[in-house]
T-cell receptor, first 113, second 111 residues
Framework: GQQVMQIPQYQHVQEGEDFTTYCNSS?????IQWYKQRPGGHPVFLIQ?????EVKKQKRLTFQFGEAKKNSSLHITATQTTDVGTYFC?????????????FGKGTLLTVNP | DAGVIQSPRHEVTEMGQEVTLRCKPI?????LFWYRQTMMRGLELLIY????????DSGMPEDRFSAKMPNASFSTLKIQPSEPRDSAVYFC?????????FGPGTRLTVT
């Protein structure tokens, strides 16, 4: 079945350092979504990418969708303690509707102040 | 808007007992999803409904799990009988399109 892999599993940085998490799908995706889950919280939608090669920015966060639409990345510039949490990518499950998502295992980001 | 509401927030029960988790989706959302999250398996989709109809329940682990959505504003996930391996955080999410809005989750512990 479809797999969505994320690396790294964990990342610890000093406040002010940059952070990047990568997402790879075993199948071509029609779109990819990113969610953030704070410790003890619930996943919160960040963004959706649809077009091949698309790049979107939200303040210090930059999201990219690969040309082949099988990979994506999230880059955070100059991390802050408020960035702590687990970042998940998710894509529509193959063979299912676009509403059924397969989530990666996530990257847990911790930031040392 | 109050967001997705789940109850209870925490549930501790003994093995063999019936557990019922409840969810109220955001008003106007026509899709509802039940997820289970564990350290080992991550976030897994159990079942999803569209317009109150179950569309895909292929993620439901076994017959001990059942889900219903009697109307657009209420859904339940029932585990009967519960087992220790069912211990997890169960999230309900609702949507009108691609973006899913998650509830706060129910942390279930089965002893």
């Amino acid at each position: 079945g479809q797999q969505v892999m994320q690396i790294p599993q964990y990342q610890h940085v000093q406040e002010g350092e940059d952070f990047t998490t990568y997402c790879n799908s075993s199948t071509t995706l029609s779109n990819i979504q990113w969610y953030k889950q704070r410790p003890g919280g619930h996943p919160v939608f960040l963004i959706q990418l649809v077009k091949s090669g698309e790049v979107k920015k939200q303040k210090r966060l930059t999201f990219q969708f690969g040309e082949a639409k099988k990979n994506s990345s999230l880059h955070i510039t100059a991390t802050q303690t408020t960035d702590v949490g687990t970042y998940f990518c998710a894509g529509p499950s193959s063979g299912g509707s676009n509403y059924k998502l397969t989530f990666g295992k996530g990257t847990l980001l911790t930031v040392n102040p | 808007d109050a967001g997705v509401i789940q109850s209870p927030r925490h549930e501790v029960t003994e093995m063999g007992q019936e557990v019922t988790l409840r969810c109220k989706p955001i008003s106007g959302h026509n899709s509802l999803f039940w997820y289970r999250q564990t350290m080992m398996r991550g976030l897994e989709l159990l079942i999803y409904f569209n317009n109150n109809v179950p569309i895909d329940d292929s993620g439901m682990p076994e017959d001990r799990f059942s889900a219903k959505m009697p109307n657009a504003s209420f859904s339940t996930l029932k585990i009967q009988p519960s087992e220790p391996r069912d211990s997890a955080v169960y999230f309900c999410a609702s949507s009108t399109g691609y973006e899913q809005y998650f509830g706060p989750g129910t942390r279930l512990t089965v002893t």
